[in-house]
């Protein structure tokens, strides 16, 4: 039992794991430092079905998981059941630009896990809010306590007052295997209207050489995450546990990479050449599109 739980934990991240202009050409002024971004975690309770919640501009990614492919026809209805009930959610605060004054900043940047609860989508943790955490039977809310803590592994890596590049772990299908790798989520605010641009990337591959590409999400993303399930572990013939994996990153317009480009992704101490690239980046044509994945409600 304690083997199956702790297996079916892998889902629950990984089906991970704006603004106005002023109308003046005036450059704007930044008078003082400006704080950088931080990185929260959703208050229970918060709404994130509908979009951002109260206190945020922007719910920068929804992600729905779905049983999609692997060993599923020996899979229980309950551990499927656990298996796609929890979403990852991540928002944003930008401050917006003030005329002449201060550029627009990202503030923060939250993550969360989220449950369905009648007609509306809760973040949950264990501390509620009840009608969210009483919708759990007892193996849910196991998981519940195991991503939490793996959510809080995820990182605030590299930040700028307009900036942020957040790191968390994930379990995604690799050369036809479950591996946990890191995603990353860049998040860049244009400082004169507030703009929110996000690239997403997985770890590449062990054998696979440098990071080819990005992938830039579409605004406000709600997609549904396909999950592959394989049975790792067996008494005699019965299935007694399984691995959950996302099947792939989140969808977006791919952009390939440069050698400097694949080099300045993985300089995180070098937060300035990085963020430069990425909004390089951002004012390419895209060479191959493909529509975002829309999480069904």
């Known amino acids: ?64 998981p779905r049983l999609v492919s692997g060993d599923l026809a ?10 796609t009930r929890f979403r990852t959610v991540i928002t944003a605060e930008v401050a917006p630009p003030e005329p002449r004054r201060r550029p627009a900043r990202l503030v923060r940047v939250g993550v969360g896990n989220a449950v369905p609860v ?15 955490f009483d919708s759990l039977g ?9 991503a939490e803590a793996k959510l809080h592994r995820g990182r605030l890596i590299a ?7 957040f790191q968390t772990p994930t379990v995604l299908v690799v050369e036809g295997k479950h591996r946990e790798v890191n995603l990353h989520y860049a998040l860049i605010v244009e400082p004169t209207t ?45 299935p007694v546990s399984w691995s959950f994996a996302m099947t792939s990153p989140p969808p977006g ?14 300089s995180h101490t070098d937060v300035d050449r990085l963020e430069r690239m990425l909004r390089s980046l951002a004012e390419q044509p895209v060479n191959t599109r493909r529509p975002p994945r829309r999480a069904k409600r």
């Open 138 to 146: 007892v193996v849910d809310r196991v998981v519940l306590i195991a």
């Open 194 to 238: 507030g703009a929110l641009t996000t690239f997403c990337w997985p770890d590449p591959a062990s054998d696979s050489g440098p990071i080819d590409a990005v992938l830039r999400l579409a605004p406000e993303l709600s997609f549904d995450a396909g999950l592959d399930a394989r049975v790792t572990r067996r008494i005699g013939p019965a």
């Open 74 to 83: 020996s899979l229980p209805d309950s551990a499927g059941a656990t298996a």
């Open 1 to 64: 039992m304690v083997r199956h739980v702790v297996r079916i934990t892998g889902l629950a991240l990984g089906s991970l794991l704006i603004a106005c202009g002023s109308g003046d050409d005036t450059p704007l002024m930044q008078e003082e430092p400006q704080a950088l971004p931080r990185l929260v975690h959703l208050e229970p309770g918060a709404e994130v079905g509908q979009g951002a919640p109260e206190g945020w501009t922007s719910r920068v990614v929804r992600s729905v």
């Open 253 to 266: 317009d791919r952009i390939p990479l440069g050698f400097g480009d694949a080099t300045a992704l993985t």
């Open 118 to 132: 009648g007609n509306r989508e809760l973040v949950v943790t264990r501390h509620g809010p009840p009608e969210a």
């Open 159 to 165: 930040r700028s007052p307009t900036f942020a590049l």
